[in-house]
């Protein structure tokens, strides 16, 4: 009985957050006088992340928000996350996917929602399960780097990393 209510209580809460990112789409339209692209709609982040915008191959949009957040903190969710989120597709579809995420087009796009322009949320995220990253050592002209497993795939896959400071690129230290 628990998990149907628990089932039923999160599936609100997720059709409010769809809801939510069409209202702000719609606002958007309005005021801009021009359609912004209309995302594909997901909850599986997971970690301590409230959400991210990909743009993915064929230029479609893709919201991903975090469940557990929306269901710890239901109000704040809905009034911060949802927006910044919208906010990011907004900017993209109108200025490109170069325009600064957090820059001044995406705050004027949070102020015509309503909403802080925040960069990152304070939601409790205890028990919540991250993953942990290996860490490699790489070097340059003037330091050594720790990148994660990550960025270390992708230099054997051939990305080419440089330093910032030095410009030289990075090369797999020696264990």
């Known amino acids: 009985m628990w998990s149907k209510l628990k089932s ?19 606002l958007a339209a309005r005021h801009f006088d021009t ?26 949009y893709l919201v991903r928000y975090n469940a557990h957040l929306l269901e710890r903190h239901p109000l704040a969710f809905l009034s911060r996350t949802v927006p910044h989120e919208t906010a990011h597709v907004v900017a993209f579809s109108l200025f490109g996917p170069r325009v600064p995420p957090h820059g001044h087009e995406w705050r004027a796009i949070m102020a015509l ?3 802080a322009p925040e960069r990152c949320h304070n939601y409790r995220v205890e028990g919540l399960q991250t993953r942990r990253l290996r860490r490699y050592e790489y070097h340059c002209g003037c330091r050594t ?8 795939n992708r230099i ?17 230290s020696r264990e």
């Open 8 to 26: 039923t209580y999160s599936n609100n809460l997720q059709h409010q957050a769809e809801r939510l990112t069409g209202k702000f789409l719609d």
């Open 35 to 60: 359609e912004p692209a209309t995302p594909r709609v997901c909850f599986d982040m997971r970690g301590t992340s409230a959400g991210q915008v990909r743009i993915l191959d064929g230029g479609e």
């Open 113 to 115: 929602f309503g909403a």
């Open 145 to 152: 780097h720790q990148l994660t497993s990550i960025r270390h």
């Open 156 to 172: 054997r896959a051939g990305q080419v990393y440089r330093c910032r400071q030095c410009g030289r690129s990075l090369e797999r």
